[in-house]
Structures are given as structure tokens and as C-alpha cells.
């Protein structure tokens, strides 16, 4: 049975507090000598994918990860690496930098970005969407990895913690082509290759609404941790007020045999799991945007997602104004309506490939990111340069 470990403390922890409750939640699972061996090579992979501090909810708590690596050298760990592959058009090293993690250097612990580091293709056995996928070959020659997520809503998943966490050892252009193939299917497929040994989930500051970085700070006080990465996120999806019927890849991640998913199979030692029940607000899902028609037929909240960020990030930048003076009538169209509008039609998504002949512009993707969105329609509508290098695609 899964052992799912949860301490709670207070709001606003100290240092030492904060150290004090990953002690206990790793106590609780059996202490550190269950999870890392004398003259092993540990890589923790915490989430930096943005230069938010922690108080924001986006990023994990450095004194968190401070605490592992005490517990780590108490277990006579040989090398301990601290590893992030930021998203796409962030750089890791410097995210960590605005994030003070900079101080475990003076502690002689390595930083490295995932992102640049060299990798390696391993082929993924009856993967879902992926035969083969490129992973940093630190991720697979180390030991044992400690993945360090933050809980978190996400505007194209509903949810990210362990599973999702992972992405971070894949470099950019296998990322991009989560995107392309399927991110739900593309996180499961990661997981069936790559299993950290033990999972921590910072939730001392959680972040919900438009997570995974625009969200809103939510200060719970709590840390989960257990070596079941699917599930620890079912319980952190508990804690959301979430279903795991509601997270595609939580489903497949069971379905695939990568962890368990079902609560009641779930054994959660510390605090009392309704106890800790605290619904987070959900990702916004309108999409109202005066002088565009949005069509979303039977479209899932990957596509809705996507356009919602993609729309809001080009209103605030004057884009949608732009395209508004451009052409009178703008349709934005996913899921799996046909095309029967007047004006100019932009296409986003897989489903749409069927109407990609009639459309001003299709945006390929299960769902495409929304840099990538937004990239297409200014460069492809707006004649603008694009924001984001595209890089190669590992398609
Ligand atoms: S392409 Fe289709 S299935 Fe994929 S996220 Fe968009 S609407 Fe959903």
C-alpha cells in the first residue's frame, strides 16, 4: 500500500520550523536511510520553472530542499546536484538566482540546468504517445532523485505536483513536443522511465486560480511527502477539492501501472487527510474578449486553457488591439466544431487539423503551449517577431 505523509504547521513558518516539518513527514515514511544509501549520488529536482520567490506559491521553498539536503548527508549521500529545466524561454540558472539558491554553492552543492545539460534518448516501452524520449543523462546516471513540486493549480493540466514535476529533467524541445503529442499522455509516458525515489510537496505556500505561475499564493503550512508520486498527488488533488477523474494524466498514470491513484488504496500517515481539505479556486475558464468569437465546441480545458492565458497575456500587451484594427472580425476556434464563420479564423489545436485548410492560421498541438499560441499569431497576423525562440521541436 502507498504511504502518503502530510505535517502541517504554521502559516508563516521560520527556517527551523520549516526544516522541523520535512523532518517529521520523512520520519513518518521511515526516515531518510529508507529512501538514501551511503555514497549515493542524489539529484533534487525542485520546481524553479519561473523567478518567483516561494511566498508566491510558484516556486519551491529553498529551505525545504535546505532541509533535505541535511538529511541526505546524514545518510552519507556521496554527491547531492540540485537540478531545474525551466519552461521554454526561461533560464533555470537564472530563475534560481532571483530565487536565492544560490546559497547552497557555499555548501558545495551543485546547480545545474536540466535544460543544458546533455541528454540521452531512451526509448519509453508501450508508451502513449512517445516510442522515445530525450532525458538529461544526469537524471538517469544519478541514484536516486528527490523530486520537490509545488502544489499547485495549472491552466492546462487542473493540477501540478509530482508527476507533472518531472517534465523539469526533459530538455526544451521535448517539452515542446509534450505539447504537440499530448501533455497528459506525455507526463504518464516520462513517468513509466523516470521514478524519484522519494517525493516532497511543498504546500507551505500553494498557489491556485491561474497557477502554474499567474495564480494566486495560498498559504496552507502543510508538506506531503511519499516515494508514490501518483500517489501523493491524488492526495494533494484531495486536498484541492480536485477528483482524479478531473486530472487526465492522474487517470493514466493508474491506468499505466506508474503509481496508485485510487485514495482508498492510499495509507496518509501525520495529519488527518479532511483535515487538510482546503477546495482551491480553479483556473478561470471564461472566455469573453469584446470583438473576438470564441468557438469551443466539445473542446476539453487543455485547448480553453491556453487560448483563456494566451488572450490575456496579449490583451495586457495591446495584441488583441492590434488584431482588432487589423481585421474586423476575428474567430478563434477548438475542439471539434466545424468552421462555418465569416472573418478570420484562428484554428488552435489537434482537433482542428480537419478545418486547417479553410483557417487564416492553425496552431498545431493536444494543446499548444500558450507561448506558442500567441507566437503564431504575431508572426503570422501581426507580422511581429516572436517572443520566444522556437528552437528545435523533438517531434
Ligand atoms: S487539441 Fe483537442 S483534445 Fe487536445 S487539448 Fe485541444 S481540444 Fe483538447
Not at 492522474?250 to 482546503?278: F, M, R, S, T, Y
Request: with cysteine; hydrophobic share 40%; aromatic share 4%.
Amino acid at each position: 500500500m502507498s504511504i502518503v505523509a502530510i505535517t502541517r504547521g504554521n502559516l508563516y513558518p521560520s527556517r527551523e520550523e520549516i526544516h522541523r516539518q520535512v523532518y517529521r513527514a520523512i520520519d513518518l515514511l521511515g526516515g531518510i536511510n529508507s529512501f538514501i544509501k551511503k555514497g549515493e549520488r542524489v539529484l533534487i529536482k525542485p520546481n524553479v520553472t519561473e523567478d518567483h520567490p516561494a511566498d508566491r506559491g510558484t516556486t519551491t521553498d529553498p529551505y525545504i530542499v535546505e532541509a533535505l539536503v541535511g538529511l541526505c548527508r546524514q545518510a552519507g549521500a556521496g554527491e547531492i546536484i540540485i537540478g531545474e529545466g525551466a519552461g521554454v524561454g526561461k533560464d533555470s540558472l537564472e530563475c534560481m538566482e532571483k530565487t536565492g539558491w544560490f546559497m547552497f554553492t557555499e555548501k558545495g552543492i551543485r546547480l545545474v540546468d536540466l535544460n543544458k545539460e546533455e541528454k540521452v534518448k531512451i526509448s519509453i516501452p508501450n508508451g502513449l504517445v512517445f516510442k522515445e524520449l530525450k532525458i538529461a543523462k544526469l537524471a538517469l546516471e544519478v541514484d536516486a532523485i528527490i523530486n520537490v513540486p509545488v502544489l499547485k493549480t495549472h491552466v492546462a493540466t487542473l493540477i501540478t505536483c509530482c508527476l507533472k514535476n518531472m517534465k523539469g529533467v526533459i530538455p526544451y524541445e521535448s517539452k515542446k513536443a509534450m505539447h504537440f503529442h499530448g501533455l497528459h499522455e506525455g507526463i504518464v509516458d516520462l513517468n513509466t522511465v523516470i521514478k524519484p525515489r522519494l517525493n516532497v510537496v511543498d504546500a507551505l505556500v500553494a498557489q491556485e486560480g491561474l497557477g502554474p505561475v499567474s495564480g494566486t499564493p495560498l498559504p496552507l503550512g502543510m508538506i506531503m511527502a511519499g516515494a508514490d508520486a501518483a500517489a501523493v498527488d491524488t492526495v494533494g488533488a484531495h486536498i484541492m477539492g480536485v477528483e482524479v477523474r478531473e486530472v487526465r494524466h492522474l487517470v493514466l498514470a493508474g491506468e499505466k501501472g506508474v503509481g496508485c491513484n485510487q485514495l482508498k488504496e492510499i495509507k496518509v500517515v501525520g495529519e488527518k487527510l479532511e483535515d487538510c481539505v482546503h477546495p482551491f479556486v480553479r483556473p478561470d475558464l471564461k472566455l469573453e474578449f469584446a470583438g473576438f468569437k470564441i468557438i469551443s465546441e466539445k473542446g476539453c480545458s487543455g485547448c480553453n486553457m491556453q487560448v483563456m492565458m494566451t488572450l490575456k497575456r496579449m490583451d495586457a500587451a495591446g495584441e488583441l488591439d492590434l488584431l482588432r484594427k487589423r481585421y474586423s472580425k476575428v474567430n478563434i476556434i477548438f475542439g471539434q466544431g466545424d468552421l462555418t464563420e465569416e472573418g478570420l479564423s484562428i484554428l488552435v489545436g489537434n482537433c482542428q487539423k480537419k478545418n486547417r485548410a479553410k483557417g487564416a492560421l492553425f496552431v498545431e498541438g493536444c494543446p499548444p503551449a500558450g507561448w506558442y499560441i500567441r507566437d503564431a499569431i504575431r508572426k503570422e497576423l501581426l507580422g511581429l517577431e516572436t517572443l520566444v525562440d522556437p528552437g528545435p521541436i523533438d517531434l
